[in-house]
């Protein structure tokens, strides 16, 4: 509409201007030759009698309305008539050159006409100049604003269809991006708009599919799991009662909680899963305490603080839990039996951060570290990974770096 509006505003005014130029003279030749003509009657009679008395004979004859507005200039200076609006140059001018001309003077413009050495001078009022230039110009004026109100509608109705189908790709796209793998558009509009539709369709059918193949996969590896993981909870409760028999049927229960919530997870529609919510304090002193009884095994002191105060941010509580079990098993896993650790909840703000430190001999390529699938001590090199995508999920992050203790510390950090 924009360019419409501007190639309009062009076009018109290429006609325009022109036309107002022309309408300009015309109307202002128009309102002067009036004037000329009772002025060329004048000088008819001064052509043949110089004399005050015929002049103003001559200018009594004129219409009454006119008679105020034409004077004549003597050789001597003196003025019969209406009273002088042209200069005295003016008038010398016309005088000596002896041909007649036009001066705009304040209030109008005067028309001198030479007689020999008499000046006629007819005056015509602004009033009488403008009266047909506003309908001249008006005229124009209306048929340009015309003609642009129709560019605008002519460029509203041609982009209609382009714009209705960008607002319908555009919602979509958004739907999309919810969660909402259902949703299609019906291609439309100019020829580019109607392959984007398509393409959108073909994608959102890909997604569709691959998040229905991934879905089943991840259920069928839960079912899958649960076989072995009932005989490891079975072999845990013939145990002798004690401290490992209570870790290891823990362990297994958290991990049936985990496959049961994978399985739901899964096959819950994208845009029907709520935000998760959960206090990182009560998780951080859950988790702990679990980790607790293998420390106290391997003979490793640990510290907590900030576990006692209620500190909410936005992800679940399953993957709070096992993004602190992954870093926490990281430290039994690659330190030393009686390297100490601590684990810190520390508010900052909108932000939350969950701190462990451990004594350990530390990490040598940090970044190295958090690469998926990247291992250097036989593990799957999916642990860290995996915790940055919980504390990512929130617009949050995972930071690797040396520890006050002597080892490593990993942070994550929540939004609230």
């Not at 022109?18 to 009679?45: G, K």
């Not at 007819?122 to 015309?146: M, T």
């Not at 999309?176 to 020829?191: H, I, K």
């Not at 879905?215 to 072999?235: C, G, K, Q, V, W």
Request: charged share 20%; net charge negative; with cysteine.
């Amino acid at each position: 509409m924009l360019v419409a509006l501007a190639v309009g505003t062009l076009v018109t005014l290429a006609w325009a201007v022109p036309l107002a130029t022309v309408a300009y003279h015309s109307t202002r030749n128009n309102a002067l030759f009036q004037a000329e003509r009772e002025a060329d009657a004048v000088a008819a009679v001064a052509r043949v009698s110089t004399e005050p008395e015929d002049l103003r004979q001559a200018l009594a004859a004129l219409p009454e309305e006119r008679r105020g507005r034409i004077g004549v200039s003597l050789p001597t200076g003196v003025m019969l008539g209406a009273e002088r609006r042209a200069p005295i140059a003016a008038f010398e001018a016309v005088r000596n050159k002896g041909t007649a001309e036009t001066f705009d003077v304040p209030g109008g413009a005067a028309y001198l006409r030479p007689a020999g050495r008499v000046v006629i001078e007819a005056y015509v009022p602004s009033e009488e100049l403008n009266r047909e230039l506003r309908l001249a110009w008006g005229g124009p004026a209306v048929l340009g604003l015309l003609l642009l109100v129709a560019a605008g509608f002519v460029a509203a109705w041609m982009t209609r269809s382009a714009v209705k189908a960008s607002e319908e790709l555009a919602a979509a796209a958004d739907r999309l991006g919810g969660g909402d793998t259902s949703v299609r558009v019906e291609p439309g509009g100019p020829p580019e708009i109607k392959t984007a539709g398509a393409a959108f369709n073909d994608m959102a059918d890909r997604i569709q599919a691959l998040l229905a193949s991934e879905r089943e996969l991840i259920a069928d590896l839960s079912h899958r799991l649960r076989t072995p993981l009932t005989a490891l909870r079975l072999n845990a409760e013939a145990l002798p009662p004690g401290p490992e028999r209570n870790r290891v049927l823990d362990a297994a229960r958290q991990t049936e909680q985990e496959l049961t919530s994978i399985i739901q997870d899964a096959r819950e529609p994208l845009h029907d899963i709520e935000p998760a919510r959960c206090d990182i304090a009560a998780v951080a002193a859950d988790r702990t305490a679990f980790w607790a009884i293998l420390a106290a095994d391997q003979h490793r002191a640990w510290t907590a603080q900030g576990l006692g105060v209620q500190v909410p941010v936005a992800v679940g509580r399953a993957d709070a839990a096992s993004a602190l079990d992954t870093v926490l098993g990281n430290v039994f896993q690659h330190t030393p039996p009686g390297t100490a650790y601590q684990v810190s909840v520390l508010p900052r703000g909108s932000q939350v951060q969950l701190v462990v430190d451990d004594a350990g001999p530390g990490i040598e390529t940090p970044d190295k570290a958090m690469l998926r699938g990247a291992s250097g001590a036989g593990g799957s090199g999916l642990g860290l990974d995996i915790a940055r995508r919980v504390a990512e999920s929130t617009g949050g992050e995972l930071t690797v770096e040396p520890s006050p203790l002597g080892g490593a510390r990993i942070t994550l950090v929540f939004q609230r």
